[in-house]
């Protein structure tokens, strides 16, 4: 099992990249996936994500405890950014 600081990462990082785009089946079923992640493996109720100048503050509720986090924008960003720099690179199939 990831630490749940690893799962909010790779959730909130691919959450992103599904967002800008819907019709990208495996960054919505990523995404997907680590969200249940949390829920079934973290116990986590509910997720809030606070975008700052240079940070994204996520905070996170459990049944038992909540959790902050903190992760610098162009660490979350970098799966985004490559993906709207060079967007032949990343082909969305049917």
């Known amino acids: 099992m990831k630490s749940l600081q690893d799962v909010v990462y790779n959730w909130l990082s691919i959450q992103l990249v599904a967002d800008?785009?819907?019709?990208?089946?495996?960054?919505?079923?990523?995404?997907?996936?680590?969200?249940?992640m949390l829920e079934k493996e973290h116990n986590?109720?509910?997720?809030?994500?606070?975008?700052?100048?240079?940070?994204?503050?996520?905070?996170?509720?459990?049944?038992?405890?909540?959790?902050?986090?903190?992760?610098?924008v162009e660490l979350i960003e970098c799966i985004y950014d490559q993906i709207h720099e060079e967007p032949e690179k990343f082909t969305i199939y049917s």
């Open 20 to 36: 800008a785009r819907p019709d990208d089946q495996a960054a919505v079923e990523t995404a997907a996936f680590f969200k249940q």
């Open 44 to 72: 986590v109720t509910s997720i809030h994500v606070d975008k700052r100048e240079d940070m994204y503050s996520v905070r996170v509720q459990k049944k038992e405890e909540d959790r902050s986090f903190r992760f610098p």
